[in-house]
């Protein structure tokens, strides 16, 4: 999809990542605790986008890329 088709958010921090497990769970969809990051996961996949996270020793990036709907002509 070329960039012009596409919104992407992503929220960055500094801090020191998730740890491995918790981060792989999110990764896979397989989290299920609380509704924060499910409602977002399922909010993005209702208007047809993804929902990433990457983490690591320098914090966690949260990236939501979704198509730019256009009414039809």
Not at 21 to 28: G, H, Q, S
Request: aromatic fraction near 4%; charge should be neutral; charged fraction near 35%.
């Amino acid at each position: 999809m070329p960039d012009t088709d596409r919104i992407v958010l992503e929220v960055k921090d500094k801090g020191k990542g998730l740890p491995a497990d918790f981060a792989e769970a999110l990764r896979k969809g397989e989290w299920r605790m609380g509704v924060g990051i499910a409602g977002m996961r399922e909010r993005v996949r209702m208007l047809g986008g993804t929902l990433e996270f990457e983490t690591g020793a320098g914090g966690t990036t949260v990236r939501a890329t979704v198509p730019i709907l256009r009414p039809e002509e």
